[in-house]
């Protein structure tokens, strides 16, 4: 689940009763944690478990701190340049349960299949699941399978969970960001999102560009042996992007952040299909880098040992954290200028995940 | 998961490459089950967990047992009679990991929601979600909201998962049933599916019955408290309804089962529903009853005990293991006859959880 801002300015309205269900609730953005703040949260009233929202919740069992994360996919198509729907859901679920700086140990897959939908095509999305799931050597324990009449589903949808278990010395929350700490992004962004987009409008980006789905949970396991308690905060900018994870950090720990545009990596062909789309990078939903952000000290070394990993060698020190406008990310540009980066407001790209 | 039949005589046809997925193929019965066999379990490879199939897992974490389990709700209509989608797939899951000889921990819950739906249904099966998790004690941790355009999906799927920590002294599992062991049914059958079914299609029964939603993981843990090491299988009948789960059981131990028709409960209005449906009441879901198969020893007092809760108000001794016969269900009929009861072939009744 993600956080609402209260610091946010402007003037959020009420979710009525009679309101519909927008594509936007679904972005990740500023309309997602609405509905959740408006409706999910309240609605669940005493069953909701109170903590600060995060993408992963830690369940402390006999001493043990478990951490269960679960993520629905509904990406549109479900085969593009890097992956399939059954890639993205294991990696996604991965990632979720690694933020928590937790090893992942099990993970289930809950199908829902419209009636008529291929079956060689059901046997190459979960061949991706099994290769994605013993790749990151976590097993499939357990599953479901629904169909639903023609009409009722657009091919298939896949929800997964993952179960895994804290690593000793991680102790991350978004609400732990504090001022005079080092904000780190561990990779290039906005590939997956362009990729999804471009495949589907058929850009021809499609040679170019390819998802950047991958696990992170060993990069996630370095970082946290190297230097666990100066690691604060880790979340992977899946929708919404990296303006909305600052965002949601900012939020959650009541702290400014400022980021360079200097030290935001975004490829070539991903720069180009964004110009085209009218897309901001910063938005743009990735699926294989995480933010951490970490104690000033620790900065130099954390950023080493990122590099140090095929997953984070292009890690690169993205900004800091301060006390003032908390609640509000400022970009300095590379005109030298200072500009405010927002939450994603509305559905910008839909079922990118 | 459920098992295939191995024993069962008959010409399986294989899923071919070019074949599409049927509704049947989600009907808990025997395409379900032949799905699972040749294509899911096959294409997971190395990542499937090599167990019996259950409806739950067992994954051990540091000497400490724990269960989870996950389930897809695409029921329709999504209000009905007795609950709703949000009541059923909090109890659905509950159930799950409660089979398991496991206390329910947590929930996690994600929503694959159709652009338009209205926000107030929206409140509603989340204010249902809540209060179900609440009456179980089971807090809600976490979860996940995604957005497909109009008619990409039809209305809201809830697909729950739950983790759980087996109690001590249970042991269970759909291959422990052996000969000479006793068959036992916590309650009457058929209300949950015949509910669905006649408020789909506006038969007129909705004022007589309701959906036998319940939690059942109180009654599992007064059955384990009292004869733990007894129990040997325990399974709720949903999809597929009792016909399934015992011939699932008779597979997975290769034993036989015979049930006598006496002791089968069908209450009156479901009997008629079923009639005027050509339903047979074994084959319909149920959402609020258990068998469980246990030591010939126990089986007085684990009645006794059930019949001491309310969820096992209405218990009886429904048949008991055989040797002969193995993979095969057989029942005693009130004629005094015999007659083979079969795993539910094909979809009757399609989107009942």
């Known amino acids: 689940m993600t956080g609402a801002d209260p610091t946010r300015g402007g003037c959020p309205v009420p979710l009525a009763e009679t309101e519909k269900v927008l594509l936007g609730h679904g972005s990740g953005g500023q309309l997602s944690a609405e509905l959740l703040r408006d409706v999910v949260v309240p609605a669940l009233g005493a069953a909701a478990a109170e903590t600060v929202p995060e993408d992963a919740a830690v369940v402390a069992v006999d001493g043990l701190d478990l951490v269960i994360s679960t993520d629905a996919f509904v990406v549109s198509p479900l085969f593009f340049p890097g992956g399939d729907i059954g890639v993205l859901a294991v990696h996604g679920t991965v990632n979720d349960v690694a933020m928590m700086g937790a090893v992942p140990l099990a993970l289930t897959v809950a199908y829902v299949i419209e009636e008529g939908f291929p079956v060689a095509d059901l046997r190459r999305v979960t061949a991706s699941v099994g290769a994605a799931a013993a790749a990151a050597g976590v097993p499939v324990?357990?599953?479901?399978?629904?169909?639903?009449?023609?009409?009722?589903?657009?091919?298939?949808?896949?929800?997964?969970?993952?179960?895994?278990?804290?690593?000793?010395?991680?102790?991350?929350?978004?609400?732990?960001?504090?001022?005079?700490?080092?904000?780190?992004?561990?990779?290039?962004?906005?590939?997956?999102?362009?990729?999804?987009?471009?495949?589907?409008?058929?850009?021809?980006?499609?040679?170019?560009?390819?998802?950047?789905?991958?696990?992170?949970?060993?990069?996630?396991?370095?970082?946290?042996?190297?230097?666990?308690?100066?690691?604060?905060?880790?979340?992977?900018?899946?929708?919404?992007?990296?303006?909305?994870?600052?965002?949601?950090?900012?939020?959650?720990?009541?702290?400014?952040?400022?980021?360079?545009?200097?030290?935001?990596?975004?490829?070539?062909?991903?720069?180009?299909?964004?110009?085209?789309?009218?897309?901001?990078?910063?938005?743009?939903?990735?699926?294989?880098?995480?933010?951490?952000?970490?104690?000033?000290?620790?900065?130099?070394?954390?950023?080493?040992?990122?590099?140090?990993?095929?997953?984070?060698?292009?890690?690169?020190?993205?900004?800091?954290?301060?006390?003032?406008?908390?609640?509000?990310?400022?970009?300095?540009?590379?005109?030298g200028g200072r500009r405010v980066v927002d939450m994603l407001v509305g559905e910008q790209l839909p079922r990118i995940c």
């Open 141 to 335: 324990v357990t599953g479901d399978t629904k169909v639903v009449g023609r009409g009722a589903a657009d091919g298939l949808f896949v929800t997964t969970t993952g179960l895994g278990r804290r690593l000793p010395g991680a102790r991350v929350s978004a609400a732990f960001a504090r001022p005079g700490d080092v904000v780190l992004l561990s990779g290039p962004i906005g590939a997956h999102g362009t990729t999804i987009l471009s495949t589907r409008e058929a850009l021809g980006f499609e040679a170019e560009i390819v998802s950047d789905t991958r696990p992170l949970h060993r990069l996630v396991a370095t970082m946290v042996a190297g230097a666990g308690p100066a690691i604060h905060v880790m979340r992977d900018p899946t929708r919404g992007g990296v303006a909305s994870t600052l965002n949601e950090i900012a939020a959650a720990a009541r702290v400014g952040i400022e980021i360079d545009e200097a030290a935001v990596t975004v490829p070539a062909p991903v720069a180009a299909a964004c110009e085209l789309l009218g897309l901001d990078p910063l938005h743009v939903a990735n699926e294989g880098c995480l933010v951490a952000v970490v104690a000033p000290a620790a900065a130099d070394a954390l950023l080493a040992l990122m590099r140090s990993t095929p997953e984070g060698r292009w890690a690169a020190r993205l900004g800091s954290v301060v006390e003032e406008h908390p609640g509000r990310v400022v970009m300095h540009t590379l005109m």
